[in-house]
């Protein structure tokens, strides 16, 4: 395998730092920028030490008003709401809809099954940008647009966790079904207390991916919300940059993305040892 | 309690021409608290047999009736039945105690009779230190008396075991196998067990089924099994090393094998073309090569320890005899005769490969 010598070690702590600061320095950039003020931020070079300016700023940022250079700030605290809401419901909703689906793929014998699985496999091709259109036209003449009804449904269908809880179903042992059968267990008895037990895992690490796509969603909610109480934190990032001559709040913008990275990065924390054990673990 | 009827018990996958037949019309009494052990190769048939009985397989055609009540059209856990699989199938997310209670607790057994019974159960099988745990907490010996224990709380008409012990290493088979003896002295519970080993099938069976290609070849207690086998393939499968099997044409007290005419110590039960079986350790080895007699020519020897295998060839057939350790044995290359008793001589039809005579 790998010889360990010292050269090799220095070479590979060096690669890990280089990898480090790219990825940390950008964030530790927008935090800083985040507690200047913006007068401060705009000076070059930019100053590197966290300024004196934070708690105004995120007050700013999560509850709104006025500006310091008489712009206004919509609440961010709101559009963090939304976004929270919207990422439970598609991460919760894909959870449940893809385990029934694979459950029912996986156990019971009806007409066409193959054929039904290989239609949820082949929408794996067809993300949302792809139906965009359409969806669009199908929500809007449903009266969602504008709703978390609208803002979730049409992302709920999940063709790669379906994919997922199959693989991990077909590897449960069929005696385990036949154990349960003489012990008198019914479909849902069975799956219930025996399969939802043994995919903890595998629903832990999907609900920490899933929970980040829902939140990172920007285009769809882009196109069917205009309403400002529907706007997620994400695209609230984008409508804070001012068109034309207006001056850009940076502060306020950075500490709003600061704002929109920590739900998911606590999740991700959070959940860390059952993400992991999800993706790497088979044992059952 | 719970006897078991099998009556013309077809199974077949698929239909039409492409149909497969797997069991072709088995009958088979299994009376109240009878411990029967059905045995045959991989691939006979015995496992989705025992299976049709737990329900876990649709039974294409016939009847099957525990306890007097046919359970064609029953789920497995309407039939009164409790099961003990090859790899267990305990719920691996269970402790010891929740895998033991989980069919009562669907069957809404009350809790403190729940308790009780799993108690018991623990205590027979000396479970009591690990009813907390989980089965990947236990050995292959323990995670077997979980298994064993589900089945016992259920106290059902019928236990079914379908080739429990084979995952176990040799020592802690031949120890299970002995309490599961004891289990069953003390419950009298009908039992239907499905093994390949032999051994297994004749320590444990108070009768035994041989199955064979999805038929049932013969069933007797394990006595009978051994020293009246129905058919050429019992006599062959039933016994280490197997039965000696020479075909022949038989006519009152001459056997013509292989270009060789073997005189016998009586006339034989039948004339025509017949299989002759002698069991290894009823070949009695004599040094003078007399006429008439039958000349075995030795071509190797196996020492076991309180036995002395010796392989030879008679005529084209191979030949097995069995000696005592301390015996005098030939030595390879010679040339001996033998004989065997009338009485240890077997008859089988050459055709239909079914037992002649007494």
Not at chain 2, 8 to 29: C, F, L, M, P, W
Not at chain 2, 302 to 324: H, I, K, N, Q, S
């Amino acid at each position: 395998m790998i010889e360990r010598s010292p050269v090799f070690d220095f070479v590979s702590h060096v690669v890990l730092a280089i990898g480090v600061v790219v990825i940390a320095f950008p964030v530790y950039l927008t935090f800083i920028a985040s507690t200047q003020t913006p007068q401060e931020i705009i000076q070059a070079p930019m100053s590197l030490v966290p300024g004196s300016n934070m708690i105004e700023t995120y007050r700013l940022a999560l509850f709104g008003g006025e500006t310091s250079m008489g712009g206004r700030v919509s609440p961010v605290g709101h559009m963090m709401w939304v976004s929270l809401v919207t990422a439970l419901i598609i991460a919760i909703g894909k959870i449940a809809i893809s385990l029934l689906s694979a459950f029912a793929i996986v156990y019971f014998r009806f007409p066409f099954r193959s054929l039904v699985f290989w239609m949820i496999f082949v929408t794996l091709m067809l993300p949302v940008e792809v139906r965009i259109f359409p969806t669009y036209k199908v929500v809007a003449d449903l009266g969602m647009l504008n709703s978390y009804a609208g803002l979730t449904i049409p992302l709920i269908a999940s063709a790669t966790a379906t994919f997922l809880f199959r693989q991990f179903f077909l590897t449960v042992p069929d005696e385990l079904v036949e154990a349960a059968r003489i012990d008198g267990a019914g479909p849902m008895r069975f799956f219930k207390d025996v399969l939802l037990p043994l995919s903890t895992t595998s629903i832990a690490a999907l609900f920490v991916i899933q929970f980040i796509y829902g939140w990172n969603q920007y285009l769809w909610p882009l196109l069917m919300t205009s309403d400002d109480s529907m706007y997620p934190i994400v695209m609230g990032i984008k409508r804070m940059f001012g068109g034309g001559d207006a001056a850009n709040e940076w502060n306020v913008i950075m500490a709003t993305a600061i704002l929109a990275m920590v739900p998911p990065a606590l999740v991700v924390l959070l959940m860390q040892r059952w993400f992991v054990k999800g993706l790497v673990d088979a044992e059952k | 309690m719970g006897a078991i009827s099998l009556r013309k018990v077809v199974k077949r996958y698929g239909t039409g021409a492409a149909a497969n037949q797997v069991i072709h019309g088995v009958d088979a009494e299994v009376s109240d608290g009878e411990f029967v052990v059905i045995v045959g190769p991989s691939g006979c048939g015995k496992s989705t047999l025992l299976r049709m009985v737990a329900g876990l397989e649709e039974i294409t055609s016939g009847e099957i009736a525990i306890a007097g009540r046919v359970v064609n059209q029953l789920e497995p856990a309407e039939r009164d039945i409790a099961m003990v699989f090859q790899n267990y199938a305990l719920y691996p997310h269970m402790t010891v105690f929740e895998n033991m209670a989980y069919g009562l607790k669907i069957a809404r057994v009350p809790m403190a009779e729940i308790r009780a019974r799993v108690d018991k159960a623990a205590a027979i099988l000396e479970l009591a230190p690990f009813l907390a745990r989980r089965p990947r907490e236990l050995s292959g010996g323990q995670r077997q008396r979980v298994a064993m224990g589900r089945a016992i709380v259920r106290q059902p008409a019928v236990y079914l075991f379908d080739e429990p012990l084979s995952n176990l290493d040799a020592k802690l088979r031949a120890q299970t196998r002995l309490e599961i003896q004891k289990l069953h002295r003390e419950l009298r519970t009908t039992s239907l067990f499905v093994t390949h080993d032999q051994v297994e099938a004749m320590t444990l069976a108070e009768r035994m089924i041989v199955m064979n290609a999805g038929r049932m070849e013969q069933i007797g207690t394990p006595d009978e099994v051994y020293h009246r086998p129905a058919t050429t393939f019992v006599a062959a499968f039933i016994g280490s090393p197997p039965m000696n099997l020479v075909r022949g044409e038989a006519q009152g007290t001459g056997f013509r094998s292989g270009g060789q005419v073997l005189s016998l110590p009586a006339p034989v039960p039948r004339a025509g073309e017949l299989v002759l079986g002698i069991r290894p350790e009823h070949v009695e080895l004599g040094s003078d090569v007399a006429a008439g007699g039958w000349p075995v020519k030795v071509q190797a020897l196996e020492m076991l320890g309180a036995e002395r295998l010796v392989y030879g060839t008679l005529g084209e057939t191979l030949f097995t005899a069995r000696l005592d350790a301390t015996a005098r044995h030939p030595a390879i290359g010679d040339v001996v005769n033998i004989a065997a008793r009338p009485e240890h001589m077997h008859w089988f039809d050459a055709a239909t490969s079914m037992r002649v005579g007494h």
